[in-house]
């Protein structure tokens, strides 16, 4: 089945630096790349996402790559502020758009 | 528009209980998820269904654990006898078409 590896389990930035997330994934078939943030104490929420169509997508200080050539993608996060700390997981879907999950990257914003 | 809603939100049990857990998902969606999110981890799909069907519940340990979604609606996760392996947060999510989820707020289960 299809694995999804997660490559930075924790990352420290500066306020206003930007971040970087890497994900890895097995599957040719996976077709759908979302982005989810889960915040202390609370579920996840979706936060962008990108379809094999497209190799880049951007939504306000949130930029999503793709390369499937090398089955990778990444979430760069721009001029990080405190309440972007928080986990981040990546995931794909695949054939019956069946999800599966990385394994989560903590990510912190110093002030 | 209201969001995925699950109950109880908290449950603790003695090893060998049975718990169901209850999830009502946003209207309109055609898949339901349930994930197992042990503490510290990513969420670990057990079942998905597409309308009242089951697409997949290769990840549910089928010997203790059920899930039905009997109108395409609602739906409920059992859990027979309950292990102390079991201690984890129990997330469903809907979507639809298979795209963005949206997630519950969980119900967090202690087994004693």
């Known amino acids: 089945g299809e694995k999804v590896e997660q490559h930075e389990s924790t990352l420290s930035v500066r306020e206003g630096d930007s971040a970087v997330i890497n994900c890895t994934y097995t599957d040719t078939a996976s077709s759908y790349f979302p982005w989810y943030k889960q915040e202390a104490g609370k579920s996840l929420h979706f936060v962008i996402d990108i379809r094999s169509n497209v190799d880049r997508k951007q939504s306000q200080r949130l930029i999503v790559l793709l390369d499937k050539k090398a089955k990778r993608f990444s979430l760069h996060i721009t001029a990080t502020q405190p309440e972007d700390s928080a986990i981040y997981f990546c995931?794909?879907?695949?054939?019956?758009?069946?999800?599966?999950f990385g394994k989560g990257t903590s990510l912190v914003v110093h002030p | 528009e209201a969001g995925v809603t699950q109950s109880p939100r908290y449950a603790v049990l003695q090893e060998g209980q049975a718990v169901s857990f209850w999830c009502d998902p946003i209207?309109?969606?055609?898949?339901l998820y349930w994930y197992q999110q042990p503490r510290d981890q990513g969420p670990q799909l057990l079942v998905y269904f597409r309308d009242e069907a089951v697409i997949d519940n290769s990840q549910l340990p089928s010997d203790r654990f059920s899930a039905v979604r009997p109108k395409g609606t609602n739906s409920t996760l059992k859990i027979q006898s309950a292990k102390q392996g079991d201690t984890a947060t129990y997330l469903c999510?809907?979507?639809?078409?298979?795209?963005?989820?949206?997630f519950g707020p969980g119900t967090r289960l202690t087994v004693l």
């Open positions: 209207s309109g969606h055609d898949t």
């Open positions: 995931a794909t879907s695949g054939g019956n758009y069946k999800p599966t």
């Open positions: 999510a809907s979507s639809f078409h298979g795209f963005e989820q949206y």
